[in-house]
RNA sequence: GGGCGAUUAGCUCAGUUGGUUAGAGCGUUGCGUUCACAUCGCAAAAGUCGGAGGUUCGAGUCCUCUAUCGCCCACCA
């Protein structure tokens, strides 16, 4: 057997095993019908990603699963890939370009996505090297990518579909447009953000007369596009002026003054001015009342010829200019500090403009309902579970779904126009519409007027319209040959990881997607983890600066301590403020890994290892430290099964961080040096060490694999290792608390030790007292442990009281311990006298709750048998203490 | 305007169905090179669990109210 080297080299070992994995296909799942699925797809990154440190703790979670239950005999299926990003990716490359000096106009569409996907192909796969270098165990054999072309074609397939079945429509409607992007958006990719603004108060004056009416504005350039005031027809106020004529300023436009319940008579000044062109509020007013609409902008928000002498200003600058012109007008009334919600660019962080377009939308009510119930029946169930009222809330008040994209990185929509006969007009939701064809393939000719005069619609789709495909798409479908059987093994997928960001995005949609086109869930469960965010709170983020980047971490503590420290810390949902110092958990842990299974190696010998552990257990009379070490794993390994069974992820690093170095290591291995060349003391060493390795594999696969190879020389990776049985009949809680008296014991006399200033190099001789049989049998079959552990040269063992001179002593576990030692006698006795108080006012208050009826009579039995056995132990105590006190004062 | 989360030791956070005297890591203090590990060992100090009520024999845990911080959703111009 080769020992491991003294320094744990991370980097070495790292760099050695993925390639192996890799080479002996660990990774690669297919069709075993002896054996139940588990299959996680992956949030797939967009391909202009790199690895941050949300990546890392999803992924780290999906991977600790996937290799969990690979090793419990499922056949594990982590399906990889990425997401081309349609406006992040386009973004990325545009700016390159214009560092060339070029634009993407210039170079027309087809030499522009030349351009990305020349890109992709240098920079696309970054993030998935570095998912490798996490470790992850995706099986990259099936590694997809939203634009490959069997994926494509899935999405226009579903284009199709949902538009024959009239789920998808194109209309005219107020969307969100980003002016930098210049392209519409969904409601999700424009978020509101509150900003500080000011609310401008204008005089609108009355047509043939000297009066005004006053409407109150954040926005104050839209007036430009005015063509009504709108009051509430309850409101006094303005009752007489309703239907009279205003003469919008600046524009000398007539118009009128209207009525509608919309508008609040308590904010502003109850009079709102109507730009059914640019606000989706005003949009309906417009509708309602037959208004016109009067678009004053370009698509890059600069004001359009209907803003007549501002037209060119940008949108911000004209309200600055506008505001101005108001003021010297005498119609600017006042302005006040506002604070109110704007819509922003979730790429670009642009503000939104609300903008009247002709868009293609997807009705989400139809697809909804199924998505709603299926999650209130409890079959796709969140973890944590308050995730289920905030989708529940989504489904209720979901809105249609604008998909297409100004765009040109993307699936182009599948749709075609007749230029003979194709005439857009100003309807909403006109699902058949002359002139207009849907199909996956160019038509000919016109089916209207049949003419071969056709067009192709030059926008794409949003990214999202291929994402929420991900969990059957990546299998090949629609293409039933290369995908059914695949399907109907892996599919419904286990469970979904992933970030409370996109629940919305990608996470509803999928459930949607998954019960539209393949009549199932795509996933049981879905874990949402928290944000990572630096150590004051905030987001981390590339402009902020507050980056803890995981692959510098991975370079100064290795993979596994980024891991195992993430893991650690992030308790279920809840969001983890980092600071880089966290790392040192999973550093410290990795080496102290490193040096008990270096120390092991260096002591064992193999003949000695060999066996079966049950057997082994059946026949041999194991010491107290064997017998202990071995339950005390298996009745980890159990809370840990739970723990991950439940997605308690931190519980779980924790159950093993605890049993590893606070019981393996502390205990187990310095009692084991007692007798470290004897058979059962090898095999033990051996087992727990072989065991404990395969059950932290899934949290740190590199360092494992590393000391399982050396440990197993011949016995392959520890990837095609099983999963260790939890051996319930060696868990044993009554030897477990026995050990606890002794490690009691132990500590006790550790404590005097250092409470008197002895070094710990000197010796002492002790004496104990136990007076319980039991006990003193123990101790007796244990002395030598207590000598080593606490560097003890003589023990005598009493079986009734003694009084001693010149002793320090303490109780612990119902028996007296007294250290004979030159001893401060006015120190030890204060000390004794305080613990006699402490014990005192504990029995006071067991003896108050015993007396209590209503506790005995409504207690369970077991909790007041346990009080009383407690109290009975506390007397016990006490007097023992007494009687030390007693001795000592002699 | 709704919804959610957080509030526990100096710091960062655990605490599953209510059950002895509330835990960990870091930090602090004291001692230590007994050769697996100083990225270590041994020991210690440190908390009225944000506040107020309530339910209960019993509350960090359940209910109501409340304070502070944070997040999400929403068309008050």
Not at 652 to 672: N, Q
Request: proline share 4%.
């Amino acid at each position: 057997m080769e020992n491991l080297t003294t320094k744990y080299n991370f980097e070495e070992i790292e760099a050695k095993y993925y390639n192996l994995w890799l080479k002996q296909g660990y990774f690669h799942a297919t069709k075993d019908t002896d054996k139940k699925p588990f299959v996680i797809v992956i949030p797939p990154p967009n391909i202009t990603g790199i690895l941050h440190m949300g990546h890392a703790l999803n992924n780290t979670i999906q991977d600790i699963l996937i290799r969990y239950k690979k090793m419990s005999g499922f056949e594990s299926l982590w399906m990889p890939g990425t997401d081309h990003a349609g406006i992040a990716t386009q973004n990325v490359v545009e700016r390159k370009i214009t560092g060339d000096g070029l634009s993407r106009h210039v170079l027309g569409r087809e030499k522009f996505l030349e351009k990305v996907w020349q890109w992709r192909q240098e920079y696309g796969s970054t993030i998935i090297r570095q998912l490798k270098r996490l470790g992850c165990a995706c099986d990259w054999s099936r590694e997809r990518f939203t634009l490959d072309a069997g994926y494509s074609n899935a999405v226009l397939d579903v284009f199709v579909n949902l538009y024959k079945k009239g789920l998808i429509y194109q209309g005219n409607y107020i969307i969100n447009w980003c002016p930098r992007c210049q392209t519409a958006l969904s409601n999700e990719e424009a978020p509101h953000k509150d900003m500080d603004g000011f609310l401008y108060y204008i005089r609108y004056p009355l047509k043939d007369s000297n009066e005004h009416i006053v409407v109150a504005t954040t926005r104050p350039e839209t007036m430009l596009g005015d063509t009504a005031v709108a009051v509430n027809p309850k409101d006094k106020r303005y009752k007489k002026i309703i239907g009279k004529t205003v003469i919008l300023p600046l524009m000398n436009r007539q118009i009128l003054i209207i009525k509608d319940d919309f508008v609040d008579p308590r904010f502003g000044t109850g009079a709102v001015k109507v730009t059914p062109a640019h606000d989706p509020n005003d949009y309906a007013l417009g509708k309602r009342h037959g208004l016109e609409f009067v678009n004053i902008m370009h698509p890059d928000a600069t004001l359009n010829e209907n803003a007549l002498d501002y037209a060119g200003q940008d949108r911000f600058k004209a309200r600055a200019a506008i505001i101005e012109d108001l003021k010297e007008r005498g119609l600017l009334l006042k302005v006040e500090a506002h604070k109110y919600a704007v819509g922003h660019c979730y790429r670009c962080h642009t503000i939104i403009e609300p903008y009247l377009s002709r868009q293609w939308f997807v009705k989400m009510k139809p697809l909804s309902l199924a998505a709603k119930k299926v999650v209130k029946d409890g079959k796709v169930k969140f973890y944590p579970s308050r995730w289920t009222k905030v989708y529940l809330n989504w489904m209720e008040n979901i809105q249609d779904w604008c998909i297409s994209r100004q765009i040109w990185w993307g699936h182009r929509l599948p749709v075609y126009y007749c230029k003979n006969c194709y005439k857009p007009d100003n309807t909403e939701e006109d699902v058949r519409q002359s002139g207009v064809i849907v199909a996956k393939t160019r038509p000919a000719r016109c089916p209207d007027c049949g003419k071969a005069d056709i067009v192709q619609d030059e926008d794409v789709l949003d990214t999202w319209f291929s994402s929420w495909l991900w969990p059957f798409a990546t299998f090949g479908w629609p293409d039933k040959k290369v995908s059914e059987e695949d399907l109907k093994y892996f599919y419904p997928t286990s469970v979904l990881v992933t970030a409370q960001e996109i629940i919305f995005f990608w996470v509803a949609r999928m459930i949607m997607a998954g019960l539209e086109f393949m009549q199932d869930i795509p996933f049981k469960d879905v874990y949402i983890h928290g944000t990572v965010r630096d150590k004051t709170g905030k987001k981390m983020s590339k402009s902020l600066g507050n980056i803890i980047d995981p692959l510098d971490i991975i370079k100064e503590y290795g993979t596994d301590a980024l891991r195992f420290s993430l893991i650690s810390i992030t308790a279920m949902g809840q969001d983890v403020y980092l600071a880089k110092d966290k790392f040192e958990l999973g550093r410290n842990f990795s080496n102290k890994i490193w040096n008990a299974a270096r120390f092991i190696l260096m002591n064992l010998d193999t003949k000695q290892t060999e066996g079966d552990l049950c057997i082994f257990y059946k026949q041999t009379k194991l010491s107290l430290a064997d017998a202990w070490v071995l339950s005390r794993f298996y009745s980890t390994l159990k809370a840990l099964n739970q723990a991950l069974n439940n997605y308690r992820f931190n519980e779980a690093a924790g159950l093993l961080y605890e049993f590893f170095w606070h019981e393996f290591c502390d205990w187990y291995i310095e009692l084991a040096k007692l007798n470290i060349k004897e058979r059962n003391t090898q095999f033990v060493l051996y087992k727990i060490l072989e065991k404990t390795l395969r059950a932290l594999h899934p949290f740190m696969p590199f360092i494992t694999e590393e000391i399982w190879q050396k440990l197993n020389p011949e016995a392959g990776s520890i990837m095609q290792k099983t999963w260790p049985h939890v051996q319930e009949n060696l868990i044993d809680r009554v030897l477990e608390k026995k050990m606890t008296m002794l490690k009691e014991v132990i500590i006790t006399i550790r404590n005097l030790r250092s409470k008197n200033n002895i070094k710990p190099k000197d010796m002492v001789e002790v004496s104990i007292l136990a007076e319980d049989k039991k006990k003193r049998g123990i101790l007796k079959d244990t002395q030598s442990y207590i000598e080593k552990l606490a560097r003890v040269s003589k023990i005598a063992f009493l079986e009734v009281p003694v009084s001693f001179d010149g002793v320090s002593c303490d109780v612990a576990s119902g028996c007296s311990i007294y250290l004979h030692i030159n001893f401060d006698a006015a120190a030890e006795n204060e000390r004794i006298e305080h613990e006699i108080n402490q014990i005192t006012s504990n029995i006071k208050r067991k003896e108050e709750l015993l007396k209590n009826s209503a506790f005995i009579a409504k207690a369970p039995v077991p909790v007041v048998e346990k009080e009383n056995k407690a109290l009975a132990e506390l007397k016990a105590d006490l007097k023992k203490l007494e009687a030390i006190k007693y001795a000592v004062k002699k």
